[in-house]
């Protein structure tokens, strides 16, 4: 099972997905079943903010002086993650930060959400320990992407 905490620091989300909890969670019961995420108890936390936390976030963590629209900050590595879910029952897997200014730059406001879906998810799998460096890896983790996005759609 996979739980999601939501922290809002940003008003205009409540325009545009009113019950951001809620709302991944009905998404998250949809992608439970597949094997990567077995039946153990993981926990992640979604932050909602803007342009400047997000410019400030990057440039504190990542040395990188730009808004970006999500970053990740996973609690493990994805070895150190494999090992995890086969003892505890219980696992933090870490924070998503994302960013709705840019995603609404990108997008028009009828398809936030599936801007906004794109975004977690992809927060989501670096949670798990996927990564995006070189070509192999990208290509990886965007089929797995295309394999989520279709399931939670």
Known sequence: MI????????????????????YINKKLKKIQL????????KIFTILLTNNSKMKYLNKKFRKKN???DV??????????????LRKKNLIY??????????????????????EFDKLWI??????????????????KMKKLENKFIKLIS
Do not use: A, R
Not at 34 to 41: A, R
């Open 71 to 84: 970053l990740s900050f996973p609690f493990y590595e994805k070895n150190s993650l494999g090992k995890l």
């Open 93 to 114: 897997l870490g924070d998503i930060i994302i960013n709705l200014n840019n995603v609404l730059d990108k997008t028009k406001v009828n398809f936030l959400k599936n």
């Open 3 to 22: 739980n999601v905490n939501i922290v809002s620091e940003y008003n205009f989300w409540k325009k545009n997905i009113n019950n951001p909890k809620l």
């Open 122 to 139: 992809h927060g989501f799998l670096h949670l798990l320990g996927y990564k995006h460096k070189i070509d192999k890896d990208y290509l």
């Open 34 to 41: 597949i094997p990567i995420l077995n039946n153990k108890l």
């Open 66 to 68: 730009k808004i970006t």
